[in-house]
């Protein structure tokens, strides 16, 4: 389950939007001042910020600043009355991913939220991501190089591998992959997540996922 920390001063809007991606199946943290929410984005590890601009304490620009200046990747999405180009130029300078402009509907929210999710690597400083001597991901391409030729991975392939790379030494959770590789439309098949766990093994060796029996699977790679 995806973990949101929500900032929004506004009270029926911060409830609205709480209950609305609850439904939706993630866990979010909502507070309304910025300090609060400078406090809880260092105390727990999130998947997403979604981060109002104009809240008590410290803004929402400033607080993202200060966070990407103290090494926090988290994807985060903005917030905003504001529709100038000037703001939204300050906006990504403070590292956003995204913009969500007030008023708005809750599947556009929801949209946004799932598709940055799924996206795959932010603020990373690194091309590629090395998992063995031989084996490395080419971020930026979205291939896998194995002995300095790409190799083709299927769409789901891809989007499981990339989990498994952000949460290296994790074990992670088969209802976690579900939600991450199947939209809501779609009915997620064990079987099919097993072929592709087969399929990543003889690509990159079966030591690199470890099955935890009844929790999940736990991805590892060489340092």
């Given amino acids: ?3 949101i ?3 929004e001063d506004d009270a029926n809007l ?7 991606l609850t439904e939706k199946g993630y866990d979010v943290l909502s507070v309304y001042d910025g300090y609060d929410a400078q406090e809880k984005l260092y105390e727990s590890k999130y998947d997403l910020l979604l981060l109002d601009v104009h809240t008590p304490g410290i803004n929402g620009f400033d607080l ?6 103290g090494g926090v990747l988290t994807p985060a999405i903005f917030i905003t ?3 100038s180009v000037d703001d939204l130029e300050k906006g990504f ?6 913009y969500i402009r007030k008023p ?3 599947k556009e929210l929801y949209i946004r939220v799932d598709t940055l999710l799924k996206r795959g690597f932010f603020h990373e400083s690194k091309e590629c991501i090395k998992i063995a001597d031989n084996i490395e991901y080419d971020i930026k391409n979205n291939e896998l190089i194995i002995d300095n030729e790409t190799v083709s991975l ?4 891809s989007m499981l591998l990339k989990l498994f790379m952000k949460t290296e030494g994790e074990v992670i959770a088969h209802e976690r992959i579900y939600e991450h590789l199947w939209d809501y439309d779609e009915e997620p098949s064990d079987t099919a997540l097993r072929t592709y766990i087969k399929n990543l093994r003889k690509m990159i060796g079966k030591e690199k996922i470890v099955s935890i029996k009844k929790q999940g699977y736990k991805f590892i790679t060489e340092k």
Wanted: net charge negative.
């Fill in 14 to 20: 911060n409830e609205t939007m709480t209950e609305f």
């Fill in 104 to 106: 708005f509907v809750l």
């Fill in 81 to 83: 009355s504001l529709d």
């Fill in 93 to 98: 300078d403070s590292g956003c991913d995204d």
């Fill in 64 to 69: 993202l600043k200060e966070a990407r200046e």
């Fill in 5 to 7: 920390l929500l900032l």
């Fill in 1 to 3: 389950m995806s973990k």
């Fill in 154 to 157: 299927g769409h789901k392939e």
